[in-house]
């Protein structure tokens, strides 16, 4: 009989002491490198957008009809993507020059972002078994990546993607 699976909050006062922990877990295999999501690091989407720029490429070649599908949440989170994800639907940021572009979204659309994200993930997961997720500092994240967090622990079953 196998153990439940369900996704791990990990608190400790040092890193070591956080990884160690994470070592003496059985997790599946990792999606990409952990990813910090201090919001210090990039502002908004840090942790979504280094997924993001991570696995956009690899799902591009295999399903770019996925990425097609999620052009202005991928864009939104990770706007570095733009040369390679084909943006077929203009928004008012993507119009916008980079200097004056905003990443200061209302509430509303940085739902509908985070819930897209989450359905571009679930999407794109090879079927090779279960994988696991690791973001650090999530206690010192952006609104942004709070709301991307919440919608990935509600949505994606821990069989699929375990968060740590």
Known sequence: ???AAHHYWIVGGRRADRERAVRN??????????VDAHRRL???YTAAGTLLRSIVPVVLECDPDLVRQHDIELLSAAPELAPIVPNSRETLTSMAIPAERTRFYARNR???????LVEFLTGALPNGGPRTLIVENADHADR????FLTAALRRIEPTSITLV
């Open 1 to 3: 009989m196998t153990a």
């Open 42 to 44: 990039r502002g908004p």
């Open 25 to 34: 877990l059985e997790l599946p295999t990792g999606l990409v490198a952990a």
């Open 144 to 147: 942004t990546d709070l709301e």
């Open 110 to 116: 940085t739902r509908r972002i985070a819930n897209g």
